[in-house]
T-cell receptor, first 112, second 115 residues
Framework: GENVEQHPSTLSVQEGDSAVIKCTYSDSASNYFPWYKQELGKGPQLIID?????GEKKDQRIAVTLNKTAKHFSLHITETQPEDSAVYFCAAISGTASKLTFGTGTRLQVTL | SAVISQKPSRDICQRGTSLTIQCQVD?????MFWYRQQPGQSLTLIAT?????????ESGFVIDKFPISRPNLTFSTLTVSNMSPEDSSIYLCSVSEGRDSQPQHFGDGTRLSIL
């Protein structure tokens, strides 16, 4: 089955700096890659996603890049703000299984 | 996206008892899923709730321990049976409006502690 690895497990950046979280996946049939933000006491919130026919997608301060050959995808947050502090999860879906497999999560801390 | 409500939001239960968690969606959805998130960990899929038929369970999860119902396109329940402290987790419902499970949106979860 699919295996998703995520790095780093914790990330501390100063307000205004950029943050990058990286994930790799194992199943070459995977074709959909969402990113979730989970704040304390809340469920995961979908913040951006990308499909395998696209190399990059941007939504304001958030962007995701996908390298199908290397089987890795990354989340980029620019101009970080304290409210960006949360746990971020990457995930992958294999078209054959339709099952969402999550990475291990990254705790992002944005300091003033 | 659909608004997902889970009840209860949290509970503290005695070992050996069972608890049923409800997931209500404000619109009809094709797919509904139940996940477990152990303290400080990632999310693990328990099962896919199928309308009008038995749920599809992932490896390591069985119907006797986690019976699931889905009577219609907007509602599902997950029961955690014969609970032990190891069942202390957050249980999350997610939904997808498409048949390909994309995208999935989550409720805020049920925080369950077993004494």
């Amino acid at each position: 089955g699919e295996n998703v690895e995520q790095h780093p497990s914790t990330l501390s950046v100063q307000e205004g700096d950029s943050a990058v979280i990286k994930c790799t996946y194992s199943d070459s049939a995977s074709n959909y890659f969402p990113w979730y933000k989970q704040e304390l006491g809340k469920g995961p919130q979908l913040i951006i996603d990308i499909r395998s026919n696209v190399g990059e997608k941007k939504d304001q301060r958030i962007a995701v890049t996908l390298n199908k050959t290397a089987k890795h995808f990354s989340l980029h947050i620019t101009e970080t703000q304290p409210e960006d502090s949360a746990v971020y999860f990457c995930a992958a879906i294999s078209g054959t299984a339709s099952k969402l497999t999550f990475g291990t999560g990254t705790r992002l801390q944005v300091t003033l | 996206s659909a608004v997902i409500s889970q009840k209860p939001s949290r509970d503290i239960c005695q070992r050996g008892t069972s608890l049923t968690i409800q997931c209500q969606v404000d619109s009809q959805v094709t797919m509904m899923f139940w996940y477990r998130q152990q303290p400080g960990q990632s999310l693990t899929l328990i099962a896919t709730a199928n309308q009008g038929s038995e749920a599809t369970y992932e490896s390591g999860f069985v119907i006797d321990k986690f019976p699931i119902s889905r009577p219609n396109l907007t509602f599902s329940t997950l029961t955690v049976s014969n609970m032990s402290p190891e069942d202390s987790s957050i249980y999350l419902c997610s939904v997808s409006e498409g048949r390909d499970s994309q995208p999935q949106h989550f409720g805020d979860g049920t925080r369950l502690s077993i004494l």
